[in-house]
């Protein structure tokens, strides 16, 4: 008998041995019934069967092996998702659905050995049965995966929306605070403190609220008018100038500066940026902006010690940082989205930033078109 045929002629028993160890490693809390539990098991059983029946060559078991599997959207692989999207909702952990497997495969396999006298082909069979569970795990971890890293989105993005108000009526009060004239000078050093302090929260949860709906899928909203992009490069070079009076910054602009762009988006990237160089770089931080009838080309750089060639490729993935250089402070006010916002800002544009590094100097560059509506 081969190994399929013993799966589906000993399905209630293999059913039984998958209830029995689920209950062991399923939460207090969850609310799976014996027949769900069942239910899964069989459809899992009999999509494993069907798959070790079909025709398959040295090359596609090839490459099955390194997980590339020709359809995603297969009853087969559907199957895994379902499951792993009803463990989730009962609140299992990753380890414990791939527990499950790990017992599905022992429970098979003994029970096929105690029951069979093996042959020619049951070496092949096992392989068979091994690559359909290694596929159904993968696909079942993969959906588990998305889904908790959606929640785990979702929640950040409501948390970021729902602080926006009160850290609002902060800023707004403060303002307030600071324009009576009867305040003594403790109160208005007290008063501007807790501006600035406010003013840096929201700059997080702004960062925070686009980080969310990027990772969610929204396209990055922008507002486009038209701009001066050497009005918003001063512009930026102030703000960065006041939040950190030890900065020298220069900044340099030439041809072609008026566009269609979002003027508070692209003054947000250029601050990100300013705030880096002066954050991780040394001497002075210089920003150029040069305009054609195309595209402006933004460069910011700094000298000191160059940005390690291992951090470069995820050197704009959200929450990372490269190390900063000896003698710079390693505590740093932001979150790690600094330059993944300014990739967001840049795509949202239709535009790209890159960097270069070496020993002695880093430069950030940015393309966006003077245009970027267009095509869209």
């Not at 959606?150 to 403060?174: E, K, M, Q, T, Y």
């Not at 000078?185 to 501007?192: F, H, Q, T, V």
Request: overall charge negative; charged content about 25%; aromatic content about 6%.
């Amino acid at each position: 008998m081969t190994l399929s045929d013993f799966i589906e002629s000993d399905l209630d028993e293999l059913i039984d041995d998958w209830t029995r160890y689920a209950r062991t490693v399923s939460p207090k809390s969850g609310l799976l019934s014996e027949q769900q539990l069942r239910n899964s098991a069989r459809d899992i059983l009999i999509g494993i069967a069907a798959d070790m029946r079909e025709m398959q060559t040295d090359a596609q078991q090839k490459e099955k092996s390194f997980n590339h599997v020709p359809d995603q959207n297969s009853a087969f692989n559907k199957v895994g998702r379902e499951h792993a999207d009803d463990r989730q909702i009962q609140g299992f952990e990753i380890n414990a659905l791939v527990a499950e497997y790990r017992a599905l495969r022992a429970s098979v396999l003994r029970r096929w050995q105690q029951r069979c006298e093996p042959d020619a082909n049951a070496f092949q069979e096992m392989i068979r049965f091994n690559e359909a569970v290694d596929q159904m795990v993968a696909e079942s971890v993969r959906q588990f995966a998305q889904r908790t890293e959606r929640i785990r989105d979702l929640f950040a993005g409501v948390l970021a929306h729902d602080l926006r108000s009160p850290i609002g009526a902060i800023l707004n009060s403060s303002q307030v605070l600071l324009h009576d004239e009867n305040l003594s000078p403790m109160s208005i050093r007290a008063g501007a403190s807790l501006q600035r302090s406010a003013e840096r929260v929201k700059s997080l949860i702004d960062d925070l609220f686009i980080f969310t709906r990027a990772r969610l899928g929204d396209t990055l909203p922008a507002e486009f008018t038209q701009q001066d992009f050497g009005r918003i490069c001063n512009s930026a070079a102030e703000e960065v100038r006041a939040a950190r009076p030890d900065a020298d910054i220069e900044v340099h602009a030439a041809g072609e500066l008026t566009g269609l762009w979002d003027g508070a988006r692209i003054n947000q990237l250029i601050v990100n940026l300013l705030t880096n160089a002066v954050q991780h770089g040394c001497g002075p931080v210089r920003l150029e902006a040069v305009g054609d009838g195309q595209q402006i080309v933004l460069a910011v750089s700094n000298g000191g010690p160059g940005i390690p060639a291992n951090a470069l490729p995820t050197l704009f993935d959200p929450l990372t940082r490269a190390d900063p250089p000896p003698g710079k402070n390693r505590v740093s006010s932001g979150i790690g989205l600094g330059l993944y916002i300014c990739r967001c800002i840049a795509g949202a544009h239709r535009g790209t930033i890159d960097v270069a590094s070496d020993a002695t100097r880093t430069v950030f560059t940015v393309r966006i078109p003077r245009t970027p509506t267009q095509g869209r």
